[in-house]
C-alpha cells in the first residue's frame, strides 16, 4: 500500500543517521515498530496490581501435572 507522507526532511534525515539506515523507508518502518512495542508494554503495565502474585507457586510442578 503506497502512503504519502509529509515529513520533516530534517528529523528524517536525522533518524537515518542515528539509526543507521539506509533508506527513509527504513528509518520510517524502525520507527513505527519500536512505536507499537513501547505501546504494547504499556499496556502490560495498566496490569499492575490486577494480577495476583503468588510468590511460592511452582510453575515446573505444575507442568508436570498438565502433562
Known amino acids: ?4 507522507l ?3 526532511d530534517k528529523v528524517i534525515a ?11 523507508r527504513e528509518a ?6 519500536e512505536y507499537i512495542r513501547r ?3 504499556l ?3 495498566e496490569l499492575f496490581g490486577k494480577v495476583d ?3 511460592d507457586w511452582d510453575y515446573k510442578a505444575e ?5
Not at 500500500?1 to 504519502?4: Q, R
Open 43 to 45: 499496556e502490560i503495565l
Open 6 to 8: 509529509a515529513l520533516d
Open 63 to 67: 507442568r508436570r501435572r498438565n502433562g
Open 39 to 41: 505501546r504494547k508494554q
Open 14 to 24: 536525522q533518524a537515518v543517521k542515528i539509526g543507521g539506515h539506509k533508506t527513509k
Open 53 to 55: 502474585f503468588r510468590p
Open 28 to 33: 520510517v518502518m524502525a520507527a513505527l515498530l
Open 1 to 4: 500500500m503506497a502512503t504519502n
